[in-house]
């Protein structure tokens, strides 16, 4: 290479095995044949003025693949890698979460029951263990995310870091993750004799945790101790606990350690299905209980006198296999749902990837949607409470990647870091016996990412419109909201497009039943309008090709905005039925001082 006229000459003899790379430094400028010959017979130390080295940092085995080098997040197996992990250069650069966690209404920390999902499949770290994805032609991913308040990532590993492509996806939606901290049968015995033995070790422990955490920029520990436990190490456990979540919540504000129902106070194994005096000294001593599977009504009811205020710290499981004497599993999970809702309690569901693992894996997004269809009924969902909202609904993979409408990328890839805020799922009936309205992500086309939001349905000949709900918000309005809304109309359908905002009267806000509301239908600026045109200039190259860019300029006063819809009314003004199929490529939507919010920086 060149630098300041002077040539660099790399000698890579005996370098490749060592990772050392040296140089030597020539005069500047060409040389002509006398000065070529003299150095041909002249030794190496004679021709160069000094010599640079610089050895490359090895990286640990366990940060890599070893087949492809591709950088992985990982797992801890023992005490012993335990003890001597420590932060790294290596997890600063590739394995730390760089999305923060998104604020959200209502927060984690209201009494409101909640939701959490337990994911297990397959032993963990597949495909979303590398961290600048992978190529997966169908590959498992998530997107209910404003159904949920807490993901865990599970696996059989003593400690379980949530690979670094889940976190980012999980707080983009504010939605809280946490790791899993899990000992075993007679293994799990040794590794609790040695932890619990005093105060000082299992001090040790929660701090490698809490600095775990921290480093990896996750929310928390669920703790699974499926193993017996002699005295004094039951003794010590609540006070692991206790010095757990405390470092937690300092180290990592809103935190959360949860419990998982096996060990009773005496330290026998023994899983209760139930929040009782036999384990209540766990509950009382971290954040919330997740109660194993084999539970009844009955159980639920024992239980509401013995939580007092915390309905919403007990999560009651539900196994999506539908293992074991459960209410429920499988596609009536929902009945489960029904009774720990019934009595106004926290729900736990354990692996619904069932819907990948057991089911055909070309049919799995008709699955999934189908799947959580049933639930949302009994799940309170969650709205966005900040601005600017952007989102093109890539949902983390794709067939191609697109950017602006066009390839940019060829092949299948997976990498749930590049997923965007996912919208609420409707499969609904408007109306009448023979209509519909569906929402679904499909990677067949999009604007940027791997994916687009297919809205698809009937108008009945009874109705001039229809409007479908993609976002909850609880946002105080600012004066001008600018919002930019691409989309594409598919099959001929004879239908207009636009957004459609719900806004309430601020002093109406903080009321739980508000009576008035103003549902707003935006006509779209002239093409000509400078908002416009500066918008179209920030998403050069433009070249949309099929695709409809629509901007709207809302001024609003002393108002909320409360949701984010589409509308879809028919053109033709009589009472036929009117089928249509509408793909939406992106929505923006922020504050406006008449002008248009900043580029999308490109991936």
Known sequence: MESNGRRVTAWAEGAADSGVVTGAVSGAGG?????????????????????????????????????????????????????????????????????????????????????????????????????????????????????????????????TIPPVCWTNAAHKHGVAILGTFITEWKGGAAICETFLENEESFHELAEKLVMIAQCFQFDGWLVNIENELSLTAVKNMPKFLSHLRSRMQQAVPQSLVIWYDSVLETGDLQWQNELNKHNKVFFDSCDGIFLNYNWKEQHLKQMMTLVEERHADV??????????????????????????????????IFAPGWVYETLDKESFHQNQLKFWSFLVENLPIHSICTLPLVTSFCQGFGKNF????????????????????????????????????KTYGCSEDAWNGGCSLVIEGLIPGTRPEISVRLFGLQVQSPPK??????????????????????????????????????????????????????????????????????????????????????????????????????????????????KPMRKRRPR
């Open 481 to 594: 909201v600018f919002v930019a809304f691409i989309y594409k109309l598919e099959n001929g359908s004879g239908v207009d497009v636009r957004p459609q905002l719900t806004t309430c009267p601020l002093s109406q806000c903080s009321s739980d039943k508000v009576s008035s509301v103003n549902v707003l239908k935006p006509l779209p600026l002239p093409g000509d309008n400078a908002l416009v045109q500066k918008f179209i200039q920030n998403c050069a190259p433009w070249n949309p090709e099929g695709w409809t860019c629509c901007c709207f300029l809302l001024e609003l006063t002393d108002c909320n905005l409360q949701d984010l819809s589409v509308s879809i009314a028919r053109e033709v003004k009589d009472d036929k039925d009117v089928h249509f199929k509408c793909r939406i490529g992106e929505i923006k939507g922020d504050g406006s001082e008449d």
């Open 402 to 437: 697109y950017r602006n409408g066009k390839v940019e990328t060829t092949g299948n890839w997976l990498n749930l870091s590049a997923q965007e805020i996912q919208p609420l799922f409707v499969d609904q009936q408007p109306d009448l016996a023979d209509s519909f309205v």
């Open 31 to 159: 040389r002509n044949s006398s000065e070529v010959a003299h150095s041909q017979c002249c030794p190496v130390e004679h021709q160069v003025d000094h010599m640079i080295q610089n050895e490359a940092p090895q990286l640990p085995s366990f940060c890599y693949d070893p087949d492809t080098t591709a950088p992985v997040s990982f797992y801890i197996s023992s005490l012993e890698e335990l003890k001597l992990w420590q932060p790294s250069i290596q997890d600063n650069q590739f394995n730390r979460a760089v999305i923060p966690l998104a604020l959200r209404q209502p927060p984690l920390q209201c009494n409101r029951p909640r939701t959490l999902v337990c994911h297990d499949m397959a032993g963990g770290y597949l495909n979303d263990r590398y961290i600048q994805g992978a190529c997966d032609e169908n590959p498992f991913v998530f997107y209910h995310w404003l159904y949920i308040d807490i993901f865990v990532y599970f696996s059989h590993q003593m400690v």
């Open 315 to 348: 999560y009651v499981g539900v196994d999506v296999f539908g293992r074991g004497d459960v209410v429920g599993g499988k596609f009536e999970t929902n009945q489960s749902f029904e009774l720990i809702r019934k009595y106004n309690f926290s729900g736990a």
